[in-house]
Each structure stands twice: as structure tokens, then as C-alpha cells.
T-cell receptor, first 116, second 113 residues
Framework: AQKVTQAQTEISVVEKEDVTLDCVYETRDTTYYLFWYKQPPSGELVFLIR??????QNEISGRYSWNFQKSTSSFNFTITASQVVDSAVYFC?????????????FGTGTRLQVFP | DADVTQTPRNRITKTGKRIMLECSQT?????MYWYRQDPGLGLRLIYY???????NKGEISDGYSVSRQAQAKFSLSLESAIPNQTALYFC????????????FGPGTRLTVL
């Protein structure tokens, strides 16, 4: 069965600290896609990244980086030198290519609070 | 202008009322989705549609119905609203079977009293 687990319900850090948000997934498909979305206090969902299961190369985008490890079924997200504007709920999601839908299976989210 | 719009953005209603949430998109995507978000539960799929003549139930479709009036419009109805349908509702679209990034609307916050 497919599942996404974000074990960290809430994380609080002080500005400029680095923070890692964990994501562990379960799937039987060999082809799948992993996503991270940001939900700021205003409520909209902001797409951050998509990674397919054949590409384990880590990615860096500014202060954001993602570590995809198939061996541990993890797709962790690190924010370097956090800022107050990073305060949001972050969702990890999974989409299985062989399913009959393109639906996203979401984790329960991690609320990040960055204090000045 | 936003690519995916939802109306209304906020709605308060009473138990038993019929409510319609509307979603429109200008992305030209064939696939549209309705999700609901509850605190601590992430987003869960209610219904999805791959084209105007195709409607499919998601994991939590009970108490909801949908209508795909056109490629660009996908409406979600609560026939008789109940308090546990109080949630944040998102519409999303996607355009391709592979590399299926979904584009989300801004959300509709629904409160059922």
C-alpha cells in the first residue's frame, strides 16, 4: 500500500539555523514521483520540487536542498539558514505512475516555525 | 491572473444546506481534482476527472458529488452539508499522464455550523 509519513508534526528553529524535514514513503511501484509543497499561513499550496524514482541525484535550489535515498525510501528536505518567511506547513507527497489515477498521496505535513 | 481559481474563497453555511464549490482553470489541462484538507491529516482526494465525460471517486467521496461542465470547470457539491465537512477544499489540475505535477487553486475554506 502507498503511504507517506512525515513523523515531525512541528519544528521550531531560530532564524539562520538549518533545518531538515523528514519524509518516508511506501510504494510497490518501481516508477513513482515524489513532491514537496509549501503551505504558508495564507493557505495556498506552493509547489517546491518533483523527483522521479529513477533520479536519485540530490538537488539544491538556493537555500533549499533535497536528499532522495531509495535505499531508505526517504526524500528529506533541508532549509539552510532558515528565515522567518520559511514558516509554513510543508507537505511531502507521492504519485505512483502505474496507478489508475495521478492522485497525490500526501503526508500529514510538518509545521515549521522560524523565530527571529 | 491565477491559472486555477476557486469560488467562493470562504463560506459559512448551516447543516443540511446544499453547497457548491466551483473551480476554473486556464491551463488547458484535461485532468482536474478535488481534495480536502483537515488539520493534521494532509490532503485527501474526493473526486477526480480526466475529461468532461469522465468522473471518478477518490478515497472520501461519500457526501459529495461533482460536475465537469467543461474542460475548464469542475464543481464540487455537498448535497446536505454536515459539520464534519468543515475543511479547506482544494481544486487541482494536471496536464500529462507522466510527470504529473498538479497545480492547485487557492483553496476554499468551508465551515458548516
Amino acid at each position: 500500500a502507498q503511504k507517506v509519513t512525515q513523523a515531525q508534526t512541528e519544528i521550531s528553529v531560530v532564524e539562520k539555523e538549518d533545518v531538515t524535514l523528514d519524509c518516508v514513503y511506501e510504494t510497490r511501484d518501481t516508477t513513482y514521483y515524489l513532491f514537496w509543497y509549501k503551505q504558508p499561513p495564507s493557505g495556498e499550496l506552493v509547489f517546491l520540487i518533483r523527483r522521479n524514482s529513477f533520479d536519485e541525484q540530490n538537488e539544491i535550489s538556493g537555500r533549499y536542498s533535497w536528499n532522495f535515498q531509495k535505499s531508505t525510501s526517504s526524500f528529506n528536505f533541508t532549509i539552510t539558514a532558515s528565515q522567518v518567511v520559511d514558516s509554513a506547513v510543508y507537505f511531502c507527497a507521492l504519485s505512483e505512475a502505474l496507478s489508475n489515477t495521478d492522485k497525490l498521496i500526501f503526508g500529514t505535513g510538518t509545521r515549521l516555525q522560524v523565530f527571529p | 491572473d491565477a491559472d486555477v481559481t476557486q469560488t467562493p474563497r470562504n463560506r459559512i453555511t448551516k447543516t443540511g444546506k446544499r453547497i457548491m464549490l466551483e473551480c476554473s482553470q486556464t491551463k488547458g489541462h484535461d485532468r482536474m481534482y478535488w481534495y480536502r484538507q483537515d488539520p493534521g491529516l494532509g490532503l485527501r482526494l474526493i473526486y477526480y476527472s480526466f475529461d468532461v465525460k469522465d468522473i471518478n471517486k477518490g478515497e472520501i467521496s461519500d457526501g459529495y458529488s461533482v460536475s465537469r461542465q467543461a474542460q475548464a470547470k469542475f464543481s464540487l457539491s455537498l448535497e446536505s452539508a454536515i459539520p464534519n465537512q468543515t475543511a479547506l477544499y482544494f481544486c487541482a489540475t494536471s496536464g500529462a499522464r507522466i510527470l504529473n505535477e498538479q497545480f492547485f487553486g487557492p483553496g476554499t475554506r468551508l465551515t458548516v455550523l
